[in-house]
């Protein structure tokens, strides 16, 4: 069996997270990591990974870690999943198993679609209400066509396909992708329906466990959530965790982090490998990757903190920020409209409703918010950039910009009294 | 006995508060229900409450749950303390005792003025410095006059005339009433005066207790005081207080609510039914009536909160907060002026001088103050309104209402040195 | 021996900081005092006080304190060293010792100069990069010339000549003084080469040891770290310090201080007399003089906190306070710039690198911060000044200045839905 893992998609909604998505670090591990441990758990087989050029090296640095027998290769420009696939196309040869890198599932749907028993087997997710993708025509256990983004109501079953896909024979998959004028869009479920079409059997399991799109970037929230939910409590014996700090519920403490007296962490929380949670913080429901420092005082609650940012005295709620990020003192990420309206952000030139009631700020790498400025929820900020003390954003900052508020003044002569000023605050 | 309570009275300069000023609760109980107690435990009679069209549905359930034999008039229009009595007249026969509903006093009082003793008996408050109110003119134990508000060194007496009035036959000041040209100012008094002249026997009775008006906003907070000067200590067994709060003073904490670790209480205070002191907030001398939320690391100071209010990362001080009013992280209502004036407040158009020198926001129900706003000593926000991230607010807000700040901003290029960024970090 | 305290120096630089330099208390003394201690422990004689008409009163109370045997004398304006010398001409005989009042040095120096073994002794501080003061030219332990700011590059020597001179004759250097025309600059240093050139024999003591500037006001936080690494653990028996306060490190608190329950105190610290630490504030590296009030949840970190300030949910970093501030609830001093360059401060019209990645705010006596005002590294605030709420302060304030913001709105109509607020508030 070959697996072939598909890790050369675009994230074109993601901005301004410009981590590949399968390479954002949850619990200490890039996502991938999860994900083909997961498969590696399910499936016997060879990993054939289809890498971008620039995330071929983090890629194979995971599939080293994990020891699995592999090969990546390189798709040089990102142009589609069948492109991908023919990518790899000296490897699809006999039994293979397709699957997205970022797509998070249940372990146990890749080995029931890996066993196979017809030419072509789906995962397919039950779906209670209308998801934008592809859904499957089926006649019993068998399927008759997918549909592409059919629109609400005319769904022709509650059935949308994952990309968990088995092949009997790689080879045919090739014949079929390279029938379709390339170029097109969808070219890897044109194929597929032809297939249908020329009478090969094509059969699906049901899938109703968890499955968390990642394709804007709030959704590393949900991802987290997943992450998170299965967190056991350890504390590595070379973390330093204060006494006087307070821990309830599964948090798990990596090694050289520190604790500090007054803080509070409230499970489930990951607390990666060399954080200071300080004095007085509180951090809540919240992954923080490698090397964050909370400062004295903040309050960090459901949030996504990756690698290396740092605070000091801050609100962070539901906010999802990339990495090497600050905060001054006394800045605010507020995460609740004060009406009763969900969230909505732009998000390439669209208004998208998150269907979030809570929401912070998305930051990209490298940012930085000075002292008691704030934020709007929903709003993003760009990699490399600059949002100054005081400001009060309500749009989007882009990639290295810096925005300054520019404050106007009334001075005037000022003669306090200070004798009074003393006896005052001995009043007081 | 009939004991008439007059709580058909308006509050014009009580604005934001819309609450009826004898239906603000303290301690979890309207000021009504503290006054009708303590007229219950001190004077057997039958309670006769004016009350307005709008309030008589609160205030029979006051009586209710007092188990007080009673009746509630409506008075259908606010015309004054005369015509109030009036829409009660069936009522006014025999002894009577005429009470308003907001006014605190001792206990004792009532039962004083209500011996009787003559035709007519009044409670006459001991002032040390001039009120502009009704005063006494008197001849021994005997009224010879009411002179209203005679201005300052022209007092008759050092005897302000309260509202805790005794008559032998209802009937006499019925047709007292009624003599005066209805439409007047202060028939009640003229009616009294009219009455002396007549030579009916009036008497009074000396009271140097406390007496606390509620004419103004701020004065709740005089009224808090008294209320929470008389807190015993008390936790009841379903509230939940962490071993790691701490609780100095007395306070009081109703059933239901949770203080969590690293809070902090100093007495007196009074924490309402399903109130959640957060972690590490602190609370001083401050009235939190039900369902409050301080949220982490709130400073609630010397305030009276009223139900629902909902805080985060807050200092609050010596503040009126009708009820369901919400605060962003960071937001901060001043109370202490920077130079050694006391704090004056706009009232139906002109400034009052409050003598206070610490005084916060008073707030209507359903306001909202966004992250990281400030309010300045003494401002009001009306209800249902809204105060913007950022806003400095030196000005009142209207009811319905939203304010939000225009910044203007500096935006530009901005390349950090990504590589010094970790490099300066690991010097600091 | 006559000891000459030179204290009549005028602090040109060091606006806005009023105190004369020496007076400047540290561990609740003035600069004065520990220099003189240090001279009266190494070396026996009679201190004659150089002062000023402002400072000689303070001049007198440190040396009663200290019990020496001492004359002041007054200089009745700043012109110089030189003038400074002779206005104490009459005790200008035999041999003395001539010290600056603010240099900070270790104490043996002065026993080792005023040893003496030649005609005229100076202390010689041996630095590693070029400094702009007077260098030696040497000749094995003789000093063959002194250069005054040679240039980089251009020094004689390594040697920079520190003010700690013995002289066998004082009336010698006297008659030498009064050649010099008077009027022009550098005429003690004059004098000096004039007397080498004249062959009188001029020796150098090397030294090593700690040497401290005090030019500029933020050089108080050198000085200061100076002190508190001398800090032995103490706290005073009248001392308050709840047993739910964490110290750690070498703490000194004096009498009468209170330290509450939560706050955290991270030696080496000076906590003085009267000194109020409140609930969940931490306090590091930092000396705060008499009186101060850090108020609830302040973070005050290697700072320099002069008496009877007060505090209130503030982050103040790097800072020097000269005295009697105060800060509104929320008010940041920013004490890092958000890029890679060191900070610099603007002084007497030019920039000035002070060589610091942190350093916060620089404040005269009196001043206050409003609520969430914020200011950015290095900026100072003059005496009397008020920096007003939500001011974020990018530039220097004058004495007796007042800066508001003046805030633009927009202010619309709002008509929340009162009831969904609620339902709101449930479901998060």
Redesign the interface.
């Not at 000075?370 to 704030?374: E, K």
């Not at 100054?388 to 009060?392: A, D, I, L, M, Q």
């Not at 290295?400 to 200070?418: A, C, F, G, R, W």
């Given at each position: 069996m070959k697996i072939i893992i598909l890790a050369g998609g675009e994230g074109k909604r993601m901005w301004p997270i410009q981590t590949d998505k399968c390479l954002i670090p949850f619990l200490g591990k890039p996502l991938l990591y999860h994900n083909l441990k997961k498969i590696k758990d399910n499936v016997k087989g060879e990993f054939i990974i289809v890498a971008t050029p620039q995330n071929k090296d983090h890629i194979e640095k995971v599939a080293k870690e994990l020891e699995l027998t592999y090969q990546v290769v390189v798709q040089s420009e990102p142009k589609g999943m069948a492109d991908g696939l023919l990518s790899a196309k000296e490897y699809l040869k006999e039994e293979i198993l397709v699957v997205n890198a970022e797509d998070l599932l249940d372990g146990k749907i890749y080995s029931e679609v890996a066993k196979g028993g017809a030419e072509v087997v789906f995962a397919a997710l039950k779906v209670n209400k209308y998801f934008p993708g592809g859904y499957l025509k089926v006649d019993r256990d068998k399927v008759s066509g997918i549909v592409e983004k059919p629109g609400e109501r005319n769904e022709p079953s509650d059935l949308v396909k994952l990309v968990v896909d088995y092949f009997k024979d790689g080879k045919k998959l090739v014949e079929y992708l390279e029938k379709i004028t390339s170029g097109s869009d969808n070219v890897y479920e044109k194929a597929l329906n032809q297939m249908i079409v020329d009478g090969i059997e094509v059969k699906f399991i049901k899938y109703d466990g968890p499955w968390i799109p990642l394709k804007y970037p709030w959704q590393i929230l949900d991802i987290q959530g997943y992450f998170l939910s299965s967190i056991e409590q350890k504390i590595y014996s070379d973390a330093n965790v204060s006494e006087?700090a307070?821990i309830t519920g599964k948090v798990l403490i990596e090694e050289g982090a520190k604790v500090f007296?007054?803080a509070?962490i409230k499970g489930p929380c990951y607390i990666g490998k060399g954080v200071v949670v300080g004095?007085?913080s509180?951090v809540r429901e919240t992954n923080l990757e490698e090397g964050v420092v909370t400062g004295?005082?903040s309050?960090i609650t459901r949030s996504y903190i990756g690698p290396?940012c740092?605070f000091?005295?801050n609100?962070i709620?539901d906010s999802v920020i990339e990495g090497?990020f600050?905060m001054?003192?006394?800045a605010?990420l507020?995460n609740?409209r004060?009406?009763?309206h969900t969230i909505r952000v732009r998000v390439a030139e669209k208004e998208v409703d998150t269907g979030r009631?809570?929401l912070g700020l998305i930051a990209g790498?490298?940012s930085?918010v000075?002292?008691?400025?704030?934020t709007?929820p929903g709003v993003k900020i760009g990699a490399?950039?600059?949002v100054?003390?005081?400001?009060?954003l309500y749009q989007d900052v882009k990639d290295?910009?810096?925005?300054?508020?520019?404050?106007?003044?009334?001075?005037?002569?000022?003669?306090?009294?200070?004798t009074?000023?003393?006896?005052?605050?001995k009043?007081?």
């Open positions: 006087k307070i007296e007054g509070v004095n007085n509180m004295f005082n309050d290396n740092w000091h005295t609100y709620g090497n600050g001054g003192s006394g605010v507020a609740l004060l009406d009763d009631h809570k790498q490298g930085r000075g002292v008691n400025a704030s709007m490399n950039s600059l100054g003390p005081g400001v009060t290295n910009t810096k925005i300054l508020v520019k404050q106007e003044y009334q001075i005037s002569e000022h003669t306090p009294n200070l009074s000023y003393d006896q005052f605050r009043k007081l």
